[in-house]
């Protein structure tokens, strides 16, 4: 199996088990879902309230068990990936400004990284283009998407790459957007 690792912090975003869409060479969208934060918790969705058993063992839940659950994103969970707010409002999704200042300093430091390992100056280019066409876009929606960064970054200070989640035109798909030239192959 093939985990892909931030090249900055080594933390682990991903896993060849995922769907993943590669975008101009430069992104990939990974396909996610919600699921409980909790493993033990079971969840009925699409259930008849009223077929499933309440407390003590009859039908009609009522309240609905599954409003009391944290839904969280899979390829997140599994790799334990830290939710980013803007430290300036709590429990605020980040902010434009504040996204725009960290992603500058990432991308910096992705291509020092992709130069020390000898990658090519034509693979570089294609990054450093490819970064200018997708920043402008994800940016412009970045208030309405959710950051994550690897488990050992700082979430107030980062130094690796912001994993983004948006959703798909239906407005009920999440995907991840993660930087192609920000991972590194390891194989297990």
């Known amino acids: 199996m093939i985990i892909y690792k931030d090249i900055i912090t080594g933390d682990e975003l991903l896993s060849e088990t995922y769907d993943v869409t590669e975008i101009d060479g430069v992104i990939y969208e990974v396909e996610t879902k919600k699921v409980p934060e909790n493993d033990d918790i079971e969840v009925n969705f699409g259930g008849n309230p009223s077929e499933l ?57 992705v291509k ?52 983004v989640v948006d959703y798909r035109e239906d407005g009920m798909t999440p995907y991840a957007i993660i930087w192609k030239h920000g991972l590194e192959e390891m194989k297990v």
């Open 112 to 163: 020092t990284a992709l130069e020390k390992k000898g990658t090519d100056p034509a693979e570089i280019k294609i990054f450093t283009e490819g970064v200018k066409k997708h920043f402008k876009r994800i940016s412009k929606n970045i208030e309405n998407c959710d950051t994550f960064t690897g488990s050992t970054d700082d979430l107030f200070e980062p130094s690796g790459m912001r994993v």
């Open 53 to 109: 058993p309440d407390e003590e063992g009859g039908g009609d839940m009522g309240s609905g068990a599954a409003d009391d659950v944290k839904m969280v994103y899979e390829l997140c969970k599994s790799f334990q990936l830290g939710e980013v707010e803007d430290e300036r409002r709590k429990n605020v999704p980040m902010i434009r400004g504040q996204f725009d200042e960290e992603f500058k300093r990432y991308v910096k430091k």
